[in-house]
Structures are given as structure tokens and as C-alpha cells.
């Protein structure tokens, strides 16, 4: 590993420790190195806040601070170079004389997007870029996701019995059936958590009620999109036929709502397209089993988490579970229950 690289891969650590706070913004981490010597570090720790770069020349020591002129500050992601919630960050690295800036990645944002590495070299600066690279994009999968493809990085979820049913069915009617443990349930909330929005679809959300949130993990809970298509599922409060609704109480079928216009059957990329023009760059989807499907077939999905308990439901009363190709990415175990993760390539 070159001397770059080790650097670069605490940025990359320390980075992660804005996980859950940042969001839309991505995680960052900065790190200034002397001689060898770190002198100082730190990473973007919430949404609004200071960002990596500002934190890490604010740590350095008093005693330490005329090193700077001669030193290299390694950032995971290309500094800013406009005016958001904080200054450009290429301004203040121009301003304290840093002389070697070494980048992870680039900044696939529209405003962003080489004007920092740009300005940086314009002021005389050593810009060295693509260290670490592929290890800075995985850290910032979403926000890469979000600001290339505009549309939100989109994971499904969903728990199965051993035989393929998501849900059974008694008599016509849903039959409420647990295929979680206590503790695969803490880890669904820590996935919420980290995403900006969670999603399901308008028959899920009359036959289940189910609240959406974090309550089993310390975290924010996510923005709460109901898909109705059909619009008969709340028509009795208003007519939503075709709409996308954000829903701020916990409960989704009362209270304040706030609406999205979509054409009716919109594609999902319309949808998708709507969130990510509103702030949300990731969902995570929780069904039910048609939405889940629909959104394989379209191909607009990036991960899928799907746990399998230990039991079967019988084929005549079972509600089958979404079919996704290709071997897992990845397998865990966790209080009995297989946790197969996949990714869409």
C-alpha cells in the first residue's frame, strides 16, 4: 500500500462515522498529514454542519499550524466549490496555503463536478485524484447512485418462510405471520434508519397499518411514502388516485399527508424521478409482494435484503414471495433466520 493509499483509508474510516447523520449529503472524511505525521482529521458529522475538510484543519493544534503550509490533506470525496448550507471547502483549502490536496473520488453532483478540483489547480495547488477510488465510491454508494442516475438508491426488503411465502392467507383474508426474530428486527430499524424514505404500497398500508419507523433502534425515522395506483385504497379520505403521498404521523392511514402529483400508472422511474426532485436520494422499499416485483422487473433497485426463517407455510394458503435472480452477495445468520443480501450489477 503507497503511502497516498494508507491515508486514504483512514479518511475513508473516520468517514463513516457521519453513517445515518448526513444524509442527502455524503460521507466524507478528511485527513492532514506532515512528514508522515498526522496532525489532523475529521469527517462531514451532520446534514448542515461543517464539512470533513473544515473540521480537520479546525483540529490541528495551535503549535501545529504553520506545518500546514507544507502538508497534504486527504479528502474521500472532491471538496465543494460553491456556496450550500456551508462555504466551498476549496475556498478555505486555497485560504490556510495547504499546498497537496490527494482526492478519493469525484463529486458526480451537478455543482460540484471537477469545479472543486478545478479551482483548487487554478490556484496553484497539487490536485492528485482517483486514490482509493472504487473504496470512496462504495462509502458514498447512494449519494454516487442518487446524483448519476437521478433517482434515489432503492433497497428492497422483505422476511419469507423457508418454502418462498412472504404471507399467508386464511379464508380470503391476510393472516398476520412473524417470520422476524427480536434481534432481525433491530437490524430492519438500523436499516431505516440510514435510509431518507421507506416505502409500501397502498394495500400494504390499509391491510397492515404498520407505523414505518425506528422505534427498535436510535436513529431518524425516514420519510413515509405510500404508492396508491388504484386510488380506492383511501378514498374515503380524498381522492388519490395515481399519487405518491408522504405521510408525517406515524400511523399512514390518518393525518396530515402531503401530496405528490403523478400521472396514474406513472412508471416507476417518473416516481422514483419525483422523490430524488424533492431531497430523497435512497428508499427502502418493504413491500407488499406486487410492488416489490414490479420493482425487479424494472430494474430500478440496488440492493435487496431478504430474510428466510426456519419454517414452511403450506403452498395453499401461502402468499408467495418476490422471485430475484442470481446468487446472494452476501449471507448472515441471525437467530436462526438466513439474511441473503443482493445486488442489481
Known sequence: MTVDSRFMARAVEIARGGLGNVSPNPMVGA????DGRIIGEGYH????????????????????RPLLANSTIYVTLEPCSHYGKTPPCADLIIATGIPRVVVGCMDPFVKVSGRGVAKLRAAGIEV?????????????KVFMTAHTLSRPYITLKWAQSRDGFIGAVKDGAKVPVRFSTAASAALVH????????????AGTAVADNPRLDVRLFCGNNPVKVILDRSGKAFGGCRSMTGRVLYFSNVSPQCGSVEWIECKKDAP??????????????????????????????????DEARVEIAPFDLAPECGVPAPYIKGMPASVDKVDGNFILGFRNK
Open 190 to 201: 438500523a436499516m431505516r434508519a440510514r435510509h431518507d424514505a421507506i416505502m409500501v404500497g
Open 45 to 64: 458529522r451532520k446534514y448542515g454542519g461543517p464539512h470533513a475538510e473544515v473540521n480537520a484543519i479546525a483540529s490541528v493544534a495551535e503549535a501545529d
Open 128 to 140: 492528485v485524484t482517483g486514490i482509493l477510488e472504487d473504496e470512496c465510491r462504495e462509502l458514498n
Open 268 to 301: 416507476l422511474d417518473v416516481v422514483l424521478g419525483e422523490l430524488y426532485h424533492r431531497g430523497i436520494t435512497s428508499v427502502l422499499v418493504e413491500g407488499g409482494a406486487a410492488l416489490l416485483q414490479s420493482f425487479m422487473e424494472s430494474g430500478c433497485w
Open 31 to 34: 485527513v492532514i498529514v506532515n
